[in-house]
């Protein structure tokens, strides 16, 4: 009997050990897909400055720096930021150097068209002209966003995004950039983070333009915002003079099973894919009209009476077809199966591991976040955004040394390695972000970058993450 027991013993020893040696034979012979795209990205409003320079118009952010200073982390403004606007031939170099392949960037809207409709500004298409040859002679690809939050103030006093004009105003301002840029980039993103848009800038007062709304009136500008999506795609789609690579850059709202078990899965692709609060913070209020033509029932129920009216050549115009979904994502809350089996949050322990944005740090959610949402919408799947903030400084070695973001970063893209092992179609991911910079209400008190930017010299130094990062491009992951 002792003797069975031994062997029993070992048996159950060698199943662990095999399972265990199994895990660490298929990880070190994961890797990404041979063409997985390594990037970093960036936003006018948050590093180029020169805000009044060549003909620019004034943007929201722009306005309330001025006249709600107390609403920014010590009045600070983003006049200057990173000086991107100057000194862009020196941070491509530098990208160059850390062999980054592609740039997400975005253009100004009121560089662009300073009152958000009318005239054209050439000088300010020509920066945006010679930013993307500056990328395409150092082999970088040129990603760019169309609307990453800086809206012209003029269309603001025209009601912004409750006004049912603006979708018109953004197609005209896609066109204007399309017919200048679209010759040498392929790659294009409509909105950056429309929950945002809304959520933060309109219902939660939060940012620029720091209201709270009723809901109604969110839920309308909301719609609005899709429909500008609509119209974008649609010029892109068509008037492009290089076929365009399409997509979008929500929120990726990431919910996360407690364990492998199905009912914890299942549990948690429920909650990812549902609308249960009056709010903006959720994945399906967006994106099921963006991909699948439809809003999703449990929003409008929920919405009731404050839902937006709308009729099917609109849904029509806002579900025009894209060719990859983007997501940004930082964090997740974890969901387990209640006794009943429907889903419930998982407490937090004591002592969670933050970011400097109080941001847990949920590594998987690059595993389920990505996999749910390509099960969901059927679209291969771009990590638009995923980085940290940090508490950076330059130390007395002239270097920054920023162990928790190679950390935080490598646990990252080991769960993305992991879902594209198990099948999910990634095609690139984005480092949030290139520089520190100027992150909106909270100025410059957070740095998320790769690069050290001391604000009183402009002087970028590369943090130990960012020739971290570049070892991993060479790598292409495989030396995590």
């Avoid at 300073?114 to 002209?129: A, I, M, R, W």
């Avoid at 309308?220 to 008037?239: D, Q």
């Avoid at 591991?353 to 690059?366: E, F, I, N, Q, S």
Wanted: glycine share 8%; hydrophobic share 45%.
């Amino acid at each position: 009997m002792i003797v069975l027991r031994v062997f029993a013993g070992a048996d159950k020893f060698l199943q662990i050990f095999i399972a265990s040696f199994s895990a660490v034979l298929r990880s070190a012979f994961m890797s990404f897909p041979v063409d997985f795209l390594w990037g970093v990205a960036t936003a006018s409003m948050q590093v180029e400055g020169a805000i009044g320079e060549d003909g620019r118009g004034v943007s929201i952010w722009d306005h309330f720096t001025r006249w709600m200073p107390e609403s920014f982390y010590e009045g600070n403004n983003a006049d200057v930021a990173c000086d991107h606007y100057h000194r862009y031939r020196d941070d491509v170099e530098l990208m160059r150097q850390l062999s980054i392949k592609a740039y997400r960037f975005s253009i100004s809207w009121p560089r662009v068209i300073p009152s958000g409709s009318g005239e054209v500004n050439k000088k300010g298409l020509d920066f945006y002209d010679r930013l993307v040859d500056a990328l395409l002679a150092a082999n970088i690809a040129p990603w760019v966003t169309l609307y990453h939050w800086d809206l012209p103030l003029e269309l603001y006093y025209r009601g912004g995004w409750l006004n049912p004009d603006i979708p018109k105003y953004f197609e005209d301002y896609t066109r204007a950039v399309v017919a200048r840029l679209s010759d040498r980039v392929v790659n294009w993103m409509t909105l950056n983070e429309p929950q945002c848009i809304v959520g933060l800038g309109l219902h939660q007062g939060e940012h620029a333009p720091f209201l709270k709304l009723p809901l109604r009136d969110c839920l309308r500008a909301a719609h609005h915002t899709l429909l500008a999506h609509g119209r974008a795609v649609k010029v892109l789609r068509t008037e492009a003079k290089m076929k365009a690579n399409v997509g979008w850059a929500p929120v990726g709202v990431v919910f996360i099973p407690a364990s492998d078990s199905p009912a914890d899965i299942e549990a948690a692709r429920k909650v990812m894919f549902s609308v249960n609060e009056r709010n903006f913070w959720n994945n399906t209020w967006f994106s099921d009209p963006v991909v699948l033509g439809r809003y999703p029932e449990d929003g409008l129920k929920l919405f009731g009476a404050a839902s937006p009216e709308y009729n099917a050549e609109e849904m029509a115009l806002i579900s025009q077809p894209m060719d990859f979904y983007g997501a940004n994502i930082y964090s997740a809350q974890i969901i387990r199966a209640g006794k009943d089996g429907s889903p419930e949050k998982v407490p937090s322990p004591v002592g969670p591991a933050l970011t400097m944005y109080h941001w847990k740090m949920t590594p998987p959610c690059l595993y389920w976040g990505p996999r749910f949402l390509f099960e969901r919408y059927k679209l291969p799947v771009v990590i638009t955004e995923n980085g940290l903030a940090g508490c950076d400084w330059v130390a007395r070695d002239g270097k920054v040394h920023d162990a928790h973001r190679i950390d935080y970063t490598a646990r990252h893209l080991m769960e993305l390695r992991r879902a594209c092992a198990d099948g999910v179609k990634v095609l690139g991911y984005f480092h949030w972000s290139f520089m520190d910079n100027f992150e909106w209400a909270q100025g410059y008190k957070l740095r998320f970058g790769l690069v050290h930017v001391d604000y009183a010299t402009l002087k970028r130094t590369p943090k130990d993450s960012a020739y971290w990062y570049r070892d991993v491009i060479l790598a292409n992951g495989k030396n995590l």
